[in-house]
């Protein structure tokens, strides 16, 4: 692709993706969970709920690279990423006001790769959508 480039990636629509991502997410899981379809604990629920980060994460993807046109692999990835980035950010801020305890203390690395890897993969393939619907694409 050649619109792959650093200076082509808009952190403000990067921002802005991964909100609609967190967004759609979480909104698909409270309308499950308020609808009863969404068990307590369950095979069927771990997928109910991956399905839902992954629609979310698709259309955060396909929104920010429709309006950008531009680096749909490096938006993808970069809305992906910034879950880090946010988590990170508010377990320094509030961490252990909860629970009393640090968020990585409890973390299951496995759980935490297979969201990250849903989240990328889900991004990039909303943002290559979204790139190929562009109206226009940056040179």
């Not at 629920?45 to 399905?51: G, N």
């Not at 990170?88 to 935490?112: K, Y």
């Amino acid at each position: 692709m050649h619109s792959e480039h650093l200076q082509n990636v808009k952190l403000g629509w990067v921002f802005f993706g991964w909100f609609v991502a967190l967004s759609v997410s979480s909104s698909l899981v409270l309308v499950l969970i308020s609808s009863g379809f969404l068990p307590r604990s369950s095979t069927a629920s771990d997928l109910l709920v991956a399905a839902s980060v992954a629609i979310g994460w698709f259309l955060g993807g396909f929104f920010t690279c429709y309006r950008t046109a531009a680096a749909p692999i490096l938006h993808g990835s970069a809305i992906a990423l910034f879950t880090f980035v946010a988590w990170f950010i508010l377990n320094l801020v509030l961490g252990g006001l909860t629970t009393g305890l640090d968020a990585w203390e409890q973390i299951n690395i496995r759980g935490a790769t297979i969201a990250l890897l849903i989240q990328g993969v889900a991004a990039i393939a909303g943002s290559w959508v979204g790139y190929r619907y562009a109206p226009v694409r940056v040179p």
